[in-house]
């Protein structure tokens, strides 16, 4: 479906943005002592994550929802994979990204340190230097940070939303330099479980032209 294939390339575009080298630090309000506790909160809690595996629902900036299963294996892999009838999926390896087009059936690769993974997956999460936090905005049970891309703040955003008891992510919304908004929420995510490493090995699927050969 290409409505799913451009919110994945989108959300890996703002968020490889994100994980660029840190040039100088764009101006902005001063976070209280409050926030700078909220971010060093949020820095634990990404860094003691080794593995997680979570159902997720995606809405585009359009509001068309899509559902699927995010795997996560710190440092260094992850999968993504939607329900049926999308064949789409992303698989990081700990070297590569790779990105699997159910439509066209064929695979994009790149390195994680152009994507996504080169911000979730690190071995050390900080919030700081390469990425600015430009808010923290609270709501009773929730803490929401926003990040920029430290040397191009106009490139989009990545918003980060916990719950605050038991402190843990529950959603993010990337917003690209257009102004579009596609949020992940996480359903029922379960931390600390056992994941097949072949999860992590990508695999291309048998092509549905090939089945009826």
Request: proline share 3%.
């Given at each position: 479906?290409?409505?799913?294939?451009?919110?994945?390339?989108?959300?890996?575009?703002?968020?490889?943005?994100?994980?660029?080298?840190?040039?100088?630090?764009p101006r902005g309000v001063p976070l209280t002592a409050e926030d700078k506790a909220a971010v060093t909160q949020a820095e634990?809690?990404?860094?003691?994550?080794?593995?997680?595996?979570?159902?997720?629902?995606?809405?585009?900036?359009?509001?068309?929802p899509?559902?699927?299963?995010?795997?996560?294996?710190?440092?260094?892999?992850?999968?993504?994979?939607?329900?049926p009838p999308i064949r789409d999926f992303v698989?990081?390896?700990?070297?590569f990204l790779h990105y699997w087009d159910g439509e066209m059936e064929q695979p994009s690769t790149t390195s994680i340190g152009s994507t996504l993974?080169?911000?979730?997956?690190?071995?050390?999460?900080?919030?700081?230097?390469?990425v600015t936090v430009t808010e923290v905005y609270r709501t009773p049970g929730v803490v929401e940070i926003t990040l920029i891309e430290t040397k191009d703040p106009?490139?989009?955003?990545?918003?980060?939303v916990f719950e605050d008891r038991p402190f843990q992510l529950r959603k993010w919304r990337v917003m690209d330099a257009q102004g579009l908004t596609t949020e992940v929420a996480l359903l029922n995510p379960r931390q600390g479980v056992q994941l097949d490493p072949d999860l992590f090995?990508?695999?291309e699927p048998a092509r549905r032209r090939d089945l009826f050969r």
């Open positions: 479906m290409k409505i799913v294939i451009r919110q994945i390339l989108a959300a890996l575009a703002v968020l490889a943005a994100l994980a660029a080298p840190a040039l100088a630090a634990q809690y990404l860094n003691s994550i080794q593995t997680l595996q979570s159902k997720f629902l995606q809405v585009a900036s359009n509001g068309k899509v559902g699927g299963t995010f795997y996560l294996s710190r440092p260094g892999r992850m999968r993504l994979e939607y329900d698989v990081a390896d700990g070297r993974a080169d911000f979730i997956l690190r071995p050390q999460i900080r919030l700081a230097g390469d106009g490139k989009g955003a990545l918003t980060l090995i990508f695999r």
